[in-house]
């Protein structure tokens, strides 16, 4: 399953469940609170009753020890539904024949705690039942739902799959053809020359682009020297850049990358740290702790936070190429910050795993 599929069906899962469960936890409070409101009444009427057996004068041997009675003189009129819930008991009030005279009756709340206490496991117990029938459901509900949504992924993955195998053939000839336009002595160094091979490798690094794309779900990290890479990586941009200066402070710097997937990085964004810098100007490269900074004087970036949108383009390129940085630095869980770099320019900052 793509990391967007997952998201996709986290977000529907946890939409549906958690609405089901808000309903499940709320009827199963008010249901509590309405028995609870029952066995109150129930322990009411119970007073009621021994009250009852004590005017007539009846043997009270079935009622246990959990009863009590005393009588009261009370000058002020007590209404008759007075119900009192002590913290060990509870009583009631009921008048004599006499005038000011009542009865008042008592009962331990123990066996209503107890019959309380066997409600409320019974409702928690049928409560996570249903949690789990309904979560199954959810389940299930998210996984049906994204079926459409996974073949429609599917199919574009197979058609871009062929699309980048189709275009291995012309890319490839277009850089040997350009190697070999190169070792003509009257074109060496031309302008014409010069942009005709910043734009095959500006089209060899989008056919890059799109193949690391489609190894994002499956690509393996290891823990390695990321040092070589960037050597590497700085080298190519050398050819493409002469007047562009390189300073790289790395020698051992370990982290746990796909090398391919780091490689594309690195390429995308010393490309466009070249591209968009001025004559003469420079690129450094160096590390602390275990962030990766990426430093140019160039152009600069008018607005950083965006510059990770899919739309976003300050010099009309197709924005694909930190696009596919943000994707990948994701996949790879590698967090990155783009600040200015003052008095000019922009700085690339790559905290790594």
Do not use: W
């Not at 009370?74 to 007075?82: A, F, G, L, W």
């Not at 942009?195 to 393996?220: A, C, G, M, Y």
């Not at 602390?288 to 949108?309: T, W």
């Amino acid at each position: 399953m793509h990391h967007h599929e997952k998201l996709a069906f986290l977000k529907f899962f946890l939409v549906y469940f958690i609405s089901i469960a808000l309903l499940i936890l709320a009827a199963g409070y008010f249901y509590f609170q309405q028995m609870q409101n029952h066995l109150l009444k129930e322990e009411e009427f119970s007073l009621i009753e021994y009250a009852r057996h004590i005017k007539m004068g009846r043997p009270l041997d079935k009622y246990s020890g959990e009863y009590h009675y005393t009588f009261k003189n009370i000058p002020k009129y007590i209404d008759i539904k007075n119900f009192s819930l002590g913290e060990t008991e509870f009583s009631k009030l009921l008048p004599m024949n006499k005038k000011g005279k009542y009865l008042q009756v008592f009962k331990s709340k123990k066996s209503f705690n107890e019959k309380r206490f066997s409600l409320q496991q019974k409702i928690i117990a049928i409560q996570i039942l249903l949690l789990l029938v309904f979560a199954y459901i959810s389940y299930i509900l998210a996984k049906n739902a994204l079926q459409p949504l996974r073949e429609s992924i599917l199919t574009l993955d197979k058609f871009a799959k062929d699309l980048i195998h189709d275009l291995n053939t012309p890319v490839t000839s277009m850089q040997l053809n350009m190697k070999l336009i190169e070792k003509i002595p009257q074109l060496h160094n031309t302008k014409a020359l010069i942009r005709l091979k910043k734009s095959i490798n500006n089209i060899s690094e989008l056919h890059e682009n799109l193949t690391i794309l489609l190894q994002e779900e499956t690509f393996q990290i290891h823990s390695q020297n990321i040092c070589p890479l960037i050597q590497e990586v700085a080298e190519i941009q050398k050819t493409l850049y002469p007047d562009i200066t390189f300073q790289i402070k790395c020698t051992a710097f370990k982290a746990k990358i796909n090398k391919h997937a780091m490689k594309q990085i690195l390429q995308n964004i010393l490309s466009n740290a070249c591209k968009y810098n001025k004559k003469d100007g420079y690129v450094k490269i160096y590390h602390k702790n275990n962030a990766l900074y990426i430093e140019d004087n160039g152009k600069g970036i008018k607005e950083p936070e965006k510059i990770f949108e899919r739309s976003y383009s300050d010099e009309n390129s197709s924005g694909l190429g930190l696009d596919i940085v943000k994707r990948l630095a994701y996949a790879m869980d590698i967090k990155i910050v783009v600040q200015k770099n003052e008095p000019a320019g922009t700085r690339f900052v790559l905290t790594l795993p």
